[in-house]
């Protein structure tokens, strides 16, 4: 998991839904805080990564049309004080970030996976949508 990075913990995972006791859970909760990974070191190669790494994500997240609101203007940096909740996301959207984020962050951070290569979201997604189509 990529420094920083603020996980939810499972029973947020269930946003919005009504536990057996009638209660409806957490509406909305904080999944990425990019001042907050940031402020993990001082090194400016880390900044530069972290930035490219949150940059390609929000890019690829809206061009998916996977948000419910721009996080990045075109041609623009990302914000250090942009952060993703839930409620920027759609439901697909963050069907994907559940599943697959976590990983991503992972491989990008060790340097495994380049911060520009969004093949395994995309693959994710693709089954994130297939489910989708069937439970049509």
Known sequence: MAPGYCRADQ???HANKVDWFGTVLM??????DVGATLAASKQLSYKNSVRAMYQALAVFLQTNQLTTHALVND???ISDDLVI????LTDVGFELIKG?????????STA???????SILEAELQVVLSSQGDNS
Do not use: C, H, N
């Open 112 to 118: 495994r996976t380049a911060s520009g290569d969004m």
């Open 75 to 77: 041609d623009e940096q």
């Open 100 to 108: 697959k984020l976590d990983y991503w962050l992972d491989r990008v």
């Open 27 to 32: 509406d909305d909760f904080l999944i990425i």
């Open 11 to 13: 029973r947020e995972w």
């Open 85 to 88: 909740r839930r409620s920027d």
